[in-house]
């Protein structure tokens, strides 16, 4: 087990005064840098930074940041979410880490697509069937990771079918991490 333990800290992000959710770090007691290429080759999306020992990954309901000392999640409710989604994700490090040998290492930097790079392979229809007002806004929703190519019905058609797979291709899924520990909190 590459992380035994973590020291809970919640708070409220700097940049959002009063807000309603909250942000958690997970201060740990060991160094995790070396498992980081690992999460990097296994965590779909993430976007890694070798040299800053960091590599960032947005779920659908939350960003996490891993660091070499902590891990920080966003987007909290509680303190009880907190330890819930920290839990979670240091058992994906754990489990990622004992199966190191199984895993080749990924190394590269890896960039979010931008609104305008997936805005231009969208249908330009405008059509609204996907919620939103605009494709240009849809683009943005699939950019945070706020939206799904499924909600575009005319991309399900043939005649948008080249441009489907190259926007799979941008926003390769980000697995669901389902798995639960018992509280390693303090």
């Known amino acids: 087990m590459l992380i ?86 240091i058992k994906l490090v754990n489990s990622t880490w004992e199966k190191r040998d199984e895993i080749t290492p990924d190394h590269a930097a890896r960039q979010r697509p931008t609104a305008m790079a997936l805005y231009k392979l969208l249908p330009g229809t405008n059509c609204r069937k996907c919620g939103q007002p605009s494709c240009w806004n849809f ?3 699939l950019a945070a990771s706020q939206a799904d190519l499924a909600a575009c019905p005319p991309l399900c058609e043939p005649t948008y079918a080249e441009r489907r797979a190259s926007l799979e291709v941008l926003l390769v899924p980000m697995p669901a991490i389902g798995m639960r520990e018992e509280g390693r909190k303090s």
Do not use: M
């Not at 919640?10 to 959002?16: A, D, G, H, N």
């Not at 960091?54 to 891993?66: D, E, G, R, Y």
């Open 4 to 89: 035994p333990t973590y020291e809970l800290e919640v708070y409220t992000p700097p940049c959002e005064p009063g807000a309603e959710r909250l942000s958690a770090i997970g201060h740990l007691p060991v160094d995790i840098s070396d498992a980081l290429p690992y999460l990097n080759a296994t965590l779909r999306g993430a976007l890694y930074t070798e040299a800053a020992h960091s590599l960032i990954w947005k779920k659908p309901s939350h960003s996490v940041a891993f660091h070499a000392d902590h891990i920080a999640v966003s987007n909290v409710e509680d303190r009880q979410e907190a330890v819930k989604e920290l839990d979670e994700v």
């Open 139 to 141: 683009a943005l929703k």
